[in-house]
Protein backbone atom coordinates (compact mmCIF):
# COMPACT_ATOMS: atom_id res chain seq x y z
CA UNK A 1 0.00 0.00 0.00
CA UNK A 2 1.08 4.07 -0.15
CA UNK A 3 0.18 6.74 1.90
CA UNK A 4 0.23 10.31 1.20
CA UNK A 5 0.75 12.41 4.49
CA UNK A 6 0.01 16.41 4.22
CA UNK A 7 1.48 19.10 6.05
CA UNK A 8 1.50 22.76 6.34
CA UNK A 9 -2.10 24.14 6.29
CA UNK A 10 -3.55 26.68 8.65
CA UNK A 11 -4.90 29.98 8.89
CA UNK A 12 -2.87 32.99 7.11
CA UNK A 13 -3.93 36.85 6.55
CA UNK A 14 -4.27 37.80 3.08
CA UNK A 15 -1.10 38.54 1.05
CA UNK A 16 0.80 35.74 3.05
CA UNK A 17 2.24 32.36 2.72
CA UNK A 18 2.65 28.90 3.46
CA UNK A 19 4.05 25.95 2.46
CA UNK A 20 2.59 22.39 1.90
CA UNK A 21 4.44 19.21 2.02
CA UNK A 22 3.28 16.10 1.10
CA UNK A 23 5.47 12.77 1.69
CA UNK A 24 4.37 9.59 -0.17
CA UNK A 25 5.41 5.99 1.77
CA UNK A 26 5.09 2.00 0.96
CA UNK A 27 5.28 -0.26 -1.41
CA UNK A 28 6.64 2.81 -4.04
CA UNK A 29 9.18 1.46 -7.27
CA UNK A 30 8.73 5.21 -8.71
CA UNK A 31 6.62 8.24 -8.85
CA UNK A 32 5.71 9.47 -12.14
CA UNK A 33 3.54 12.98 -11.44
CA UNK A 34 3.02 14.90 -8.15
CA UNK A 35 0.56 17.42 -7.79
CA UNK A 36 -1.81 19.59 -5.90
CA UNK A 37 -5.63 20.36 -6.32
CA UNK A 38 -8.05 21.92 -4.17
CA UNK A 39 -11.93 22.11 -3.20
CA UNK A 40 -13.49 24.94 -1.82
CA UNK A 41 -17.19 24.06 -0.20
CA UNK A 42 -19.44 23.76 -2.94
CA UNK A 43 -17.00 23.38 -5.88
CA UNK A 44 -15.41 20.77 -8.08
CA UNK A 45 -11.99 19.98 -7.08
CA UNK A 46 -9.33 21.69 -9.29
CA UNK A 47 -6.19 21.02 -9.99
CA UNK A 48 -3.46 23.71 -8.97
CA UNK A 49 0.00 22.46 -9.86
CA UNK A 50 1.36 19.49 -11.05
CA UNK A 51 5.26 18.42 -11.57
CA UNK A 52 6.44 15.45 -13.91
CA UNK A 53 9.60 13.16 -12.59
CA UNK A 54 11.94 15.84 -14.73
CA UNK A 55 10.38 18.51 -12.73
CA UNK A 56 8.39 20.30 -15.77
CA UNK A 57 5.55 21.98 -14.00
CA UNK A 58 1.97 22.68 -15.11
CA UNK A 59 -0.40 25.74 -12.94
CA UNK A 60 -3.59 26.79 -12.76
CA UNK A 61 -4.36 30.28 -14.35
CA UNK A 62 -5.08 31.50 -11.44
CA UNK A 63 -2.43 30.79 -9.07
CA UNK A 64 0.16 31.61 -11.58
CA UNK A 65 3.36 33.40 -10.46
CA UNK A 66 1.95 33.25 -6.96
CA UNK A 67 2.35 29.41 -6.11
CA UNK A 68 5.39 27.37 -6.77
CA UNK A 69 5.65 23.49 -6.86
CA UNK A 70 8.81 21.56 -6.66
CA UNK A 71 9.78 17.58 -5.28
CA UNK A 72 12.76 15.93 -3.56
CA UNK A 73 12.26 12.13 -5.14
CA UNK A 74 14.89 11.17 -2.57
CA UNK A 75 12.31 11.97 0.07
CA UNK A 76 9.61 11.30 -2.55
CA UNK A 77 8.02 14.41 -1.31
CA UNK A 78 6.29 17.32 -2.85
CA UNK A 79 5.55 20.66 -1.86
CA UNK A 80 3.73 23.99 -2.85
CA UNK A 81 4.93 27.12 -1.83
CA UNK A 82 1.97 29.60 -1.70
CA UNK A 83 2.63 33.28 -2.07
CA UNK A 84 0.64 36.55 -1.78
CA UNK A 85 -2.46 34.09 -0.92
CA UNK A 86 -6.37 35.56 -1.54
CA UNK A 87 -9.09 34.31 0.31
CA UNK A 88 -10.17 32.63 -2.84
CA UNK A 89 -7.31 30.65 -2.11
CA UNK A 90 -9.03 28.79 1.03
CA UNK A 91 -10.37 25.03 0.03
CA UNK A 92 -9.12 22.01 1.08
CA UNK A 93 -5.77 21.18 -0.49
CA UNK A 94 -5.29 17.55 -1.77
CA UNK A 95 -2.06 16.04 -2.79
CA UNK A 96 -1.53 13.61 -5.72
CA UNK A 97 1.19 11.21 -7.27
CA UNK A 98 1.06 8.45 -9.59
CA UNK A 99 2.77 5.88 -8.74
CA UNK A 100 4.50 2.84 -10.11
CA UNK A 101 5.28 -0.06 -6.98
CA UNK A 102 7.35 -2.30 -8.72
CA UNK A 103 9.58 -2.33 -12.31
CA UNK A 104 7.80 -2.80 -16.32
CA UNK A 105 4.60 -2.81 -14.25
CA UNK A 106 1.27 0.26 -14.43
CA UNK A 107 0.61 2.74 -12.34
CA UNK A 108 -1.86 3.90 -10.06
CA UNK A 109 -2.78 7.26 -8.63
CA UNK A 110 -2.88 7.95 -4.76
CA UNK A 111 -4.62 10.90 -2.85
CA UNK A 112 -3.60 11.86 0.41
CA UNK A 113 -6.36 12.86 3.37
CA UNK A 114 -6.22 16.74 2.70
CA UNK A 115 -5.53 19.85 4.94
CA UNK A 116 -7.27 22.84 5.55
CA UNK A 117 -6.14 26.08 3.70
CA UNK A 118 -7.73 29.23 5.42
CA UNK A 119 -6.91 32.83 4.23
CA UNK A 120 -9.16 35.72 6.06
CA UNK A 121 -9.57 38.94 4.22
Known amino acids: QVQLVESGGGLVQSGGSLRLSCAASGSIYRIFNMGWYRQAPGKQRESVAIIGSGSSTVYADSVQGRFFISRDNAKNTVYLQMNSLKPEDTAVYYC???????????????WGQGTQVTVSS
Open 96 to 110: YSNVQKVPNSGTLGY
